[in-house]
């Protein structure tokens, strides 16, 4: 729940002028983490591998800027 209401901060910080979008970004997010928690549950260890694959991909960036 934390991370739901981590991006609804972020989206918080969308302008006022961009309300269409804001409106967007908050319709697709619970499909977003929806989708995400059923491939995990169902596809866990192909899922595993994925996001093994962005957690080290990150660090391997932020090595290779620091």
Do not use: D, Q
């Amino acid at each position: 729940m934390e991370f739901y209401e981590f991006f609804e901060k972020i989206v918080g910080y969308i302008p006022e002028e961009f309300e269409h979008l804001k409106n967007i970004c908050e319709c697709i997010l619970p499909w977003l983490f929806g989708g995400f928690t059923l491939a995990t549950s169902f596809v866990g260890h192909f899922m595993h591998k994925v996001w093994n694959i962005f957690f080290f991909f990150g660090i391997g960036v932020l090595c290779r800027c620091l």
